[in-house]
């Protein structure tokens, strides 16, 4: 008989160890440098599981213009702009450090030409944008992600993509694992993000264990 097993084989217990070969995105070395400084300062910057996530997104939404929010040290928003060569990036970081830290960086990585940063409180920004997306990469505070929504679906162009990110932080809002008493709040806005995406008939939402669990919904009418 055929040895078929490997059809059947519980790949989950691996992990992403298992695959993290396979996940490694394909960026420039100055990215590499912008990175490997923002890991070894603790900067929580996307890994590589959720970078290539991001880019292939990304890439494959074919966006014009791509907002993100939560800007950091701008490795994200670099690696869109590599992805997408065509698009525009539109980023928001409040923390003035970081954001004087990304434009370094945007110029470092050649990219700042299509880079808008932006300093500032996502939620006031997102407010005044006065054009729309084709692609939102939200990773900024995890419990304002309900409050920003509905402004976020009106930024976004019919078919375009909302990634929301570290939404299964430590199993919390899922229920698999215990909340501790000082995260409930933020694990119950997570969960009212999570059944809102996913109950919303103007959206097609996946939820996925990407990093620390990706929220993809794709916008379905204009
Ligand atoms: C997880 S980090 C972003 C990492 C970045 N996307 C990357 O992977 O390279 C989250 C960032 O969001 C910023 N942030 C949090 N809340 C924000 C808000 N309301 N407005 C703007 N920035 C915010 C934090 O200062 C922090 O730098």
Known sequence: MEDFSYAHRDTSETGSKGIARFNVPHIPSALEEVRKSAFAREIPVAGDETLAFVMAQA???????????????GTTAIAMACACPNAKITTVERDENFYAEALKNFEKCGVSKRVNAICGDAGEVI??????????????????YIKYLPRLKELLVRGGVLVADDVLLYGWASGEAEVPKKRRMLARHIEEYLTAVSEDKELITCVIRVGDGIALSVKNTD
């Open 59 to 73: 890439a494959a939404s074919g966006a014009e213009n791509i907002l993100e929010l939560g800007t950091a040290v």
């Open 127 to 144: 407010e005044k944008l006065d054009k729309k997306f084709g692609f939102i990469f939200m990773d900024c505070a995890k419990v304002q």
